[in-house]
């Protein structure tokens, strides 16, 4: 099993930037296929962004693409998604999430994934 646990949300200006932060404990983080989403209030979850589980590939959503940038460091067990030209419908609630099948291609359906973190909140103002 894998414990996830994001940080890094906030309030911030449109225009600006974050870096979101998701730190996994338990069994191999490396092994795990890894997946930002978010939800924003009244709407299904969307995928963000996710990178497979040997960092050879990576995907996006079609609304963030060339805005973030997802990464991660298996070292330290932490997957980042950085967030730039924020805009004010990037507003929701941004949760991690693993995918235990060791593909060489992203998942985007939230099905695909196992284990989630309780999310964090990020508020774009205009």
């Known amino acids: 099993q894998v414990q996830l646990v994001e940080s890094g949300g906030g309030l911030v200006q449109a225009g600006g930037s974050l870096r979101l932060s998701c730190t996994a404990s338990g069994r191999t983080f490396s092994s795990y296929g890894m997946g930002w989403f978010r939800q924003a209030p009244g709407k299904e979850r969307e995928f963000v962004a996710g990178i497979n589980w040997n960092d050879r590939s990576t995907a996006y959503g079609d609304s963030v693409k060339g805005r973030f940038t997802i990464s991660r460091d298996n070292a330290k067990n932490t997957l980042y998604l950085q967030m730039s030209s924020l805009k004010p419908e990037d507003t929701a609630d941004y949760y991690c999430?693993?995918?235990?099948?060791?593909?060489?291609?992203?998942?985007?359906?939230?099905?695909?994934?196992?284990?989630w973190g309780q999310g964090t909140q990020v508020t774009v103002s205009s």
């Open positions: 999430a693993a995918d235990a099948n060791r593909l060489t291609t992203v998942r985007r359906i939230t099905t695909f994934y196992e284990y």
